[in-house]
């Protein structure tokens, strides 16, 4: 499962991922975040918040990589990853790093309230 919301007047997008990710979800998420990234200009932040996810298929990577392209065409400048201290998926971690531009900053935290804490 996921959500995707943006708040123009912060320049974000705010993508939520829960529970199991699937390949279907994930050739969903690259249809609706163009209508999403329509709503905010060029150096947008991205925040990704994977508190609540339990794992990703496989087979939802390749599309999880264009998705990565796609926001990188689209001119995100910031990203900031909520991934809990518990996940195994290290592999995710390493993936964006190489997928996104070098110019673009990634900052991981490890809870929403790790988060808030620098952040505020």
């Known amino acids: 499962?996921?959500?995707?919301?943006t708040n123009a007047v912060r320049n974000t997008l705010f993508v939520t991922l829960k529970g199991v990710f699937t390949?279907?979800?994930s050739k969903e998420i690259l249809k609706d975040i163009p209508k999403k990234l329509?709503?905010?200009?060029n150096d947008f932040t991205l925040l990704t918040d994977m508190c609540s996810l339990k794992e990703i298929e496989d087979q939802a990577r390749p599309y999880i990589?264009?998705?990565m392209n796609l926001l990188n065409k689209h001119g995100v400048s910031k990203i900031i990853r909520i991934i809990p201290e518990s996940s195994d998926d290290i592999g995710f971690n390493i993936?964006?790093?190489f997928h996104y531009s070098k110019d673009v900053k990634i900052t991981t935290f490890k809870s929403f309230?790790?988060?808030?804490?620098n952040i505020l």
Do not use: F, G, N, P
């Open 65 to 67: 990589e264009k998705t």
């Open 95 to 97: 993936m964006s790093l």
């Open 23 to 25: 390949a279907q979800q």
């Open 38 to 41: 329509s709503q905010l200009k």
């Open 1 to 5: 499962m996921y959500e995707i919301k």
């Open 113 to 117: 309230k790790e988060l808030v804490e």
